[in-house]
């Protein structure tokens, strides 16, 4: 498989994200019962806000960091299938190429890359 590394990578940055979106209900349940409980310091609450803010910053950093990773994995799948699709039209013999055009094999080969490329942008999220 020539893209294994990347798509492992693409999964491990789908897992990072979900992490703090994980975390963020229990930040959130601990943060109410400060507000519910009057005797514990103000430092306290302000530290939960501030790790609930962090946490949606880190979940939402991890999440873009993802998405331009796996656009740019899906660039990358494509352009690698349509060269080895253009590579088998040029040996393909003319009995073969007389039942479609040359621009019905073009499109073909665009309309086919394009499917890839979505599904390859989108894997790794379907992991998660």
């Known amino acids: 498989m020539a893209y294994k590394g990347e798509f492992l990578y693409a999964f491990f940055l789908n897992f990072l994200s979900a992490i703090p979106d994980i975390v963020s209900p229990f930040i959130i349940q601990r943060f109410l019962e400060y507000i519910e409980n009057k005797d514990d310091q103000l430092w306290i609450g302000i530290c939960f806000a501030l790790l609930y803010v962090f946490s949606v910053f880190l979940s939402r950093v991890i999440t873009e960091q993802g998405t331009f990773y796996e656009m740019q994995l899906g660039s990358k799948c494509s352009s690698g299938m349509i060269g080895l699709i ?43």
């Not at 088998?88 to 394009?114: G, M, P, R």
């Open 86 to 128: 253009y590579s088998k039209a040029l040996l393909i013999s003319s009995a073969t190429n007389k039942k479609f055009t040359q621009a019905e094999i073009v499109n073909f080969i665009q309309v086919d890359c394009k499917k890839i490329i979505i599904f390859a942008w989108r894997l790794p999220v379907l992991a998660k």
